[in-house]
């Protein structure tokens, strides 16, 4: 991206929080083979931007939070 700033936060904590990175599948949740692997697919889909991104470990920390608190309203 290497552009810095609120907008691009914003964007990078709402797609953490749809693709479910941070998440943890609950338990008796709904674990059949398209499901856990279209769950799978989307966290893939975000750890391959993420991987272009150099963040600090601030930065880390603060997408984490943000995507966590932006999960709860999903």
Known sequence: FGKEGEDAEIVLA???????????????A????????????LRAAFGRLFHFLSLSDEQ?????EAARAEAEHI
Do not use: H, I, W
């Not at 880390?60 to 984490?64: I, Q, V």
């Open 30 to 41: 709904d674990l059949s083979p398209y499901k856990a692997g279209y769950n799978a697919g």
């Open 60 to 64: 880390l920390r603060a997408l984490e």
């Open 14 to 28: 709402d797609l953490a929080a749809f693709t479910g990175f941070y998440q943890v599948e609950p338990p008796g």
